[in-house]
């Protein structure tokens, strides 16, 4: 949940269609999943995959059917693909929407159509919330 009060505050404050990665790593550097903007890779909302899948302590990722998709709690992180796209990111925020650079219906997929697909994720067990700063920590002692 905290993770997605992040991200509702970028998405209200960014407020622009196109700009989902930056919107999504804004989030993350509020919530304190990144201690610098370029923490993550630049480029695509595609990139984001393998920098999750390579940080499997701190990002789990989810199966979740298509259907699932507008049922998830908020928090989850969902990354849209399609061949030859920059594909979109959001993190959503549990009344079937998801929310980068804006809040959108979670649609990706079906208005890219046919070869468009998505992979979930979500923040693993060792992230905890500090109340005195405000911010995720991670205990990588775990």
């Known amino acids: 949940m905290c993770l997605a009060l992040y991200a509702e505050a970028i998405a209200d404050e960014i407020s622009n269609v196109g700009a989902c990665y930056t919107g999504v790593k804004k989030a993350f550097l509020s919530a304190g999943i990144i201690?610098?903007?370029?923490?993550?890779?630049?480029?695509?909302?595609?990139?984001?995959?393998?920098?999750?899948?390579?940080?499997?302590?701190?990002f789990k990722k989810v199966t979740v059917s298509k259907e699932e998709l507008k049922n998830l709690p908020a928090g989850k992180i969902i990354v849209f693909t399609k061949d030859g796209e920059a594909g979109h990111i959001c993190v959503t925020n549990g009344n079937g929407q998801g929310m980068?650079?804006?809040?959108?219906?979670?649609?990706?997929l079906d208005a890219k159509g046919e070869g468009a697909d998505y992979v979930v994720y979500e923040l693993t067990d060792g992230w905890k919330y500090d109340r005195d700063i405000r911010k995720l920590v991670f205990d990588d002692t775990k």
């Open 35 to 58: 201690d610098n903007y370029d923490d993550m890779p630049r480029g695509e909302a595609k990139e984001s995959i393998k920098y999750f899948d390579e940080h499997p302590e701190q």
């Open 100 to 108: 980068s650079s804006s809040t959108d219906n979670l649609g990706w």
